[in-house]
C-alpha cells in the first residue's frame, strides 16, 4: 500500500480527534525478595539552626490531558478505579513504593514488613501519625484491613481487576494492633503481593478511610473518598477538570505546587497552544508533536515502551452467546490472518510513532515475548487468504475509535490501518466513541462485527496480574475481547496455578494460543510523550498510572519536605 494513501485517511484524524474520545494496566515486576532494612528512605531536609517555619507550597500546577476520568466516581472501590488512577494517585498513600529500576520497595506507609519462610503470608507494620483529610483521624491497620477487602469484595467492588486478580490470592486479613496487620494468601504468593500495594500497579490500594465510608456510605463515598495522600480533592467535574490542594503538612512530601489541576482537552492542538502561552505546565501529546515541540526547545518527557496497543475484533463468542453471528466474517482464522498480515507495522512505527515504539506480537507485555515475532506484512498472502476464505473482495464492517484516561490516542494509527484493510477489500465505517458511552455494550456482548482499540499499561508486572480472567475468560469477562472454549480451559489452568513457576507456565501457554489463532490484531509497544513548560524543573514519571506530580518541582525549586526522594 503507498503510505500517501494511509496519510490521507490520517488526515480524518483532526476531525475525529475534536469529538470526545477516551484502558486499563501497570505495576510491579517479579522481585528478588530483599530484607527491608536495607531499603529504608533517604532524608532529604537536613536539620538547621534557622528558626524559619517549614516552606510552604505556592503556584499552581496544570497538566492538559485528553481525558481526565471515564466515569464519574472515583477511588479503589469503583468501575473507574483502573481508567482514573492517573489523576488521583496523589491524594492517596501507598503502604509501600516501586523503585524506579523495579529492584525493590521501598517504605511507604508501611515502615517494615516481612514475608513468611512459606511465602503464605506478609505481615506489615505501618507508621505512626498519618492522619486522613479532612479531620477524619489517624491511618491504621483497620483502614488497610477495610480497604483491601472491601476492594477485593464482589459485592462492593466494582473494580473487576482487583476483585478477579487479587481476591483469590487472599485468604484473610488480621490486626494485631492499630498498626500491624498479616496478610495471608492462598497460595504461596506472598512476595507477588507486595506489587498491588503499589501506586504504579493498576490495581493499587490507596488506603481509605473506614470511619468516613461508615459515615457516609458506599455510594457517596465513590463520589467523594477520603484518603490521606500529599493532594486532597476540592473539586472534580467529569468531562472537565480535577483541582487538588497540596497538604501542607503532609507527612512523606508536601508538594512544591500549592494546586494541582488536571483539564480534559481532547484537542490536541489546543493542548500544544495551552503549552506555548503557559496556560499549562504539562501536557500529553502526540509522537508528531514531540518531534516539533522538541526541535522548538520544550522539553520532552517520555515514558519509554510503557503501553501496549492492539486492535480487538469483537464478536468472537461461544455459539451459546446471544449475539453470537455464525456469519461473521473474523470467526475464519483465515480472515483474522490476513487482517493481521495486511498491516505493515515497521513503516507506521516509523511513520506515525517516528521510532518512539516497536511492533509487538502480543496483547499482553510479557517478560517472554521474544519467544514469538510479531506478525510480518505479506500482503499478496493476506489477499490469497481472503479469497480462500471466501471474501475476495472484502466486506464491510464497524470501527470505534475510542481511548483511556491517560493512554496515546489511537486515532491516527486506527485511520492508517483501514487504509491498510483498503487493499484487501474491507470497507469500515468509522465513528469516535466515548469508551464509558459504549462500555455497556461491550460488557453485554453487543458489538459484534465491530473493531476497536485495547490499550495496556506495559510494565513487567508480576504474571498473574496480565488480566487473562478478565480478556478472555468467558465466566469472569469484564471487558470482553476474545472467547472459546479451549482458551476457558486454559485461562482456568491460570486460575488454579499454585506458584509463579505454574503461573508463568500458563500464562506463556495463553499467549502462544492467542497468538497461533491470530485472535487479536496486535500493533506496538509504544512511548508515552508528554511536554512540559519552563515553570517546571524536574518532572520524572515512572508510568501512567502514577505520574508522581507530588514530586514535580518549580523552576527554582523552593525546596518544601520530602522524607525521601522520589524512588
Not at 501519625?129 to 480497604?147: A, C, I, N, P, R
Not at 472454549?485 to 508463568?504: I, M, S
Request: one cysteine or more; hydrophobic letters at 40%.
Amino acid at each position: 500500500m503507498k503510505w500517501s494513501k494511509m496519510l490521507c485517511l490520517i488526515v480524518l484524524a483532526a476531525v475525529l480527534v475534536a469529538l470526545p474520545l477516551l484502558i486499563a494496566c501497570g505495576g510491579g515486576g517479579d522481585k528478588e525478595k530483599t530484607p527491608v532494612d536495607t531499603v529504608q528512605p533517604t532524608p532529604t531536609t537536613e536539620p538547621t539552626d534557622a528558626p524559619a517555619g517549614p516552606v510552604q507550597p505556592e503556584g499552581t500546577l496544570t497538566v492538559a490531558m485528553t481525558q481526565v476520568a471515564s466515569d464519574p466516581d472515583l477511588g479503589p472501590f469503583t468501575r473507574g478505579a483502573t481508567t482514573t488512577r492517573t489523576v488521583w494517585s496523589y491524594m492517596a498513600d501507598y503502604l509501600i513504593l516501586e523503585k524506579h529500576d523495579e529492584s525493590g520497595y521501598v517504605p511507604c506507609l508501611a515502615e517494615e514488613w516481612e514475608i513468611a519462610p512459606d511465602d503464605m503470608s506478609v505481615t506489615f507494620k505501618l507508621r505512626q501519625g498519618v492522619q486522613f483529610h479532612d479531620g477524619w483521624g489517624e491511618l491504621t491497620s483497620e483502614d488497610v484491613k477495610f480497604t483491601i477487602e472491601t476492594t477485593v469484595d464482589p459485592g462492593l467492588g466494582e473494580a473487576v481487576s482487583a476483585v478477579n486478580n487479587l481476591g483469590p490470592l487472599i485468604d484473610r486479613i488480621e490486626t494485631s494492633g492499630p498498626y500491624d496487620l498479616t496478610i495471608y494468601t492462598t497460595r504461596p504468593m506472598g512476595e507477588e503481593v507486595l506489587s498491588f500495594m503499589c501506586p504504579n500497579n493498576q490495581v493499587a490500594l490507596g488506603i481509605v478511610s473506614k470511619a468516613y465510608y461508615d459515615e457516609v456510605g458506599h455510594r457517596e463515598f465513590n463520589k467523594n473518598p477520603v484518603f490521606s495522600g500529599p493532594y486532597k480533592m476540592v473539586e472534580f467535574s467529569l468531562g472537565e477538570r480535577m483541582v487538588m490542594e497540596a497538604v501542607e503538612d503532609h507527612w512523606r512530601v508536601v508538594p512544591e505546587f500549592k494546586t494541582l489541576v488536571f483539564r480534559e482537552v481532547p484537542e490536541l492542538m489546543t493542548r500544544v497552544a495551552m503549552l506555548e502561552t503557559g496556560e499549562a505546565d504539562i501536557v500529553q501529546i502526540t509522537h508528531d508533536q514531540a518531534v516539533n515541540l522538541g526541535e522548538r526547545g520544550f522539553d520532552i518527557v517520555p515514558i519509554p515502551e510503557i503501553e501496549t496497543l492492539c486492535l480487538v475484533l469483537f464478536g468472537q463468542w461461544l455459539p451459546s452467546v446471544e449475539t453470537y453471528d455464525p456469519d461473521l466474517p473474523w470467526l475464519d482464522i483465515r480472515v483474522r490472518e490476513a487482517m493481521n498480515l495486511a498491516i505493515d507495522r515497521e513503516e507506521m512505527a516509523q511513520q506515525l510513532y517516528h521510532g518512539m515504539a516497536k511492533p509487538t506480537p502480543d496483547l499482553f507485555y510479557l517478560p517472554f515475548g521474544a519467544a514469538r515475532e510479531p506478525y510480518p506484512y505479506d500482503l499478496d498472502r493476506a489477499k490469497q487468504l481472503m479469497a480462500e476464505a471466501g471474501y475476495p473482495n472484502g466486506f464491510d464492517a464497524k470501527m470505534w475509535i475510542y481511548y483511556f484516561a491517560g493512554r496515546v490516542d489511537p486515532t491516527d494509527a486506527m485511520l492508517a490501518i483501514a487504509g491498510y484493510w483498503e487493499d484487501i477489500g474491507i470497507d469500515l465505517e468509522i465513528e469516535s466513541m466515548n469508551v464509558m458511552a459504549v462500555y455497556g455494550d461491550i460488557l453485554y456482548r453487543k458489538t459484534t462485527g465491530t473493531i476497536g482499540p485495547f490499550h495496556l499499561e506495559a510494565s513487567n508486572e508480576p504474571l498473574y496480574m496480565k488480566g487473562f480472567d478478565t480478556l478472555i475468560y468467558s465466566e469472569g469477562i469484564a471487558f470482553p475481547m476474545y472467547e472459546s472454549a479451549e482458551c476457558d480451559v486454559l485461562v482456568e489452568k491460570y486460575l488454579e496455578a499454585q506458584n509463579p513457576q505454574e503461573l508463568e507456565a500458563a500464562t506463556a501457554q495463553m499467549a502462544q494460543y492467542l497468538y497461533d489463532e491470530f485472535a487479536f490484531v496486535p500493533l506496538f509497544l509504544i512511548d508515552s510523550p508528554w511536554a512540559k513548560g519552563d515553570r517546571v524543573a524536574n518532572w520524572a514519571p515512572a508510568g501512567l498510572n502514577y505520574l508522581e506530580l507530588e514530586y514535580a518541582t518549580h523552576a527554582e525549586p523552593l525546596g518544601t519536605f520530602r522524607l525521601f526522594e522520589n524512588p
